[in-house]
T-cell receptor
Framework: SQTIHQWPATLVQPVGSPLSLECTVEGTSNPNLYWYRQAAGRGLQLLFYSIGIDQISSEVPQNLSASRPQDRQFILSSKKLLLSDSGFYLC????????????FGPGTRLTVL | GQQLNQSPQSMFIQEGEDVSMNCTSSSIFNTWLWYKQEPGEGPVLLIALYKAGELTSNGRLTAQFGITRKDSFLNISASIPSDVGIYFCAGPEENNNDMRFGAGTRLTVKP
């Protein structure tokens, strides 16, 4: 069966520091991968999605970036965090073209101070 | 991206009551998905609907894909305290396949 992992689970970082969040998927190959941000009490905002290695699409302009160095690894990064980057970051995978169901990881709670 | 119109925004109900929430869109959807998110966790897929008019159950949960393909509803029967959480609808638009999410319905169940 497929599983999706995210780490760290929680992170407290000062403004201006770098960020690296990791997401890995097991039990499937060539998945579509997604990064979402969820502000407190709000819905999901799509940040990036990837249909394959080194293929990244950005949905919103911001100081975040994403990379997919391996088929089942998706990384969310920032060189300098802003206060507004605080939130709950969710990674999700889907089975590929024509498959609509997305399955979410446990999330990373990021607090920027 | 554009969100679906999900209502109600929140619900406070007594244990044992039935719950109904819905999602509407101005555009046609190919699939409707319903997720539940508990505090501090990622959303979990509850039900997926693939055809207009489809009615699907998962235990005490029932969801329907609207005939117009622009709406869906989720019902929970005989609610229990562990039903507490935020319920999201989601789906890909027919024309561009981008996944859209509702803003969520926050459910509180009082024992």
């Amino acid at each position: 069966s497929q599983t999706i992992h995210q780490w760290p689970a929680t992170l407290v970082q000062p403004v201006g520091s770098p960020l690296s969040l990791e997401c890995t998927v097991e039990g499937t190959s060539n998945p579509n991968l997604y990064w979402y941000r969820q502000a407190a009490g709000r819905g999901l905002q799509l940040l990036f999605y990837s249909i394959g290695i080194d293929q990244i699409s950005s949905e919103v302009p911001q100081n975040l970036s994403a990379s997919r160095p391996q088929d089942r690894q998706f990384i969310l990064s920032s060189k300098k965090l802003l206060l507004s980057d605080s939130g709950f970051y969710l990674c999700a995978w889907a089975g590929g073209a024509g498959v609509n169901e997305q399955f979410f990881g446990p999330g990373t709670r990021l607090t920027v101070l | 991206g554009q969100q679906l119109n999900q209502s109600p925004q929140s619900m406070f109900i007594q244990e044992g009551e039935d719950v109904s929430m819905n999602c509407t869109s101005s555009s046609i959807f190919n699939t409707w998905l319903w997720y539940k998110q508990e505090p501090g966790e990622g959303p979990v897929l509850l039900i997926a609907l693939y055809k207009a008019g489809e009615l699907t159950s998962n235990g005490r949960l029932t969801a329907q894909f609207g005939i117009t393909r622009k709406d869906s509803f989720l019902n929970i029967s005989a609610s229990i305290p562990s039903d507490v959480g935020i319920y999201f609808c989601a789906g890909p638009e027919e024309n561009n396949n981008d996944m859209r999410f509702g803003a969520g319905t926050r459910l509180t169940v009082k024992p």
